[in-house]
């Protein structure tokens, strides 16, 4: 993540993903594609929309999830990015 105080952020979904096979249609071949916004900067607010998680099946989309951060990300300060150089010169 860029210019936050911290290289990543956990993540949760907006909900459960569920389907539904009224008529018959086998179910087994769902792929799950989590595509994350890009350009992401800091700050981030815990509960603000990171990325999608696409479900298809076969080569049409049957739904989708919203993937929201799980806790807030302060934009980074000048001790944040002292220590993270200062912790490659210890490495």
């Not at 979904?13 to 009224?22: D, G, P, T």
């Not at 179910?27 to 981030?44: M, N």
């Not at 080569?59 to 300060?77: H, P, R, T």
Request: negative net charge; charged residues 20%.
């Amino acid at each position: 993540m860029a210019r936050g105080e911290y290289e990543s952020v956990s993540a949760n979904y907006a909900s459960e993903f569920r389907c539904l096979s009224i008529d018959g249609t086998p179910l087994d071949g769902i792929e799950k594609e989590i595509v994350y916004q890009e350009g992401l900067t800091a700050p981030i607010e815990q509960g603000a929309v990171i990325g999608t998680a696409v479900y298809r099946l076969g080569d049409k989309v049957i739904g989708s999830v919203d993937i929201l951060a799980g806790e807030n990300v302060e934009s980074a300060g000048f001790s944040d990015y002292f220590s993270k150089i200062f912790a490659q010169f210890l490495l």
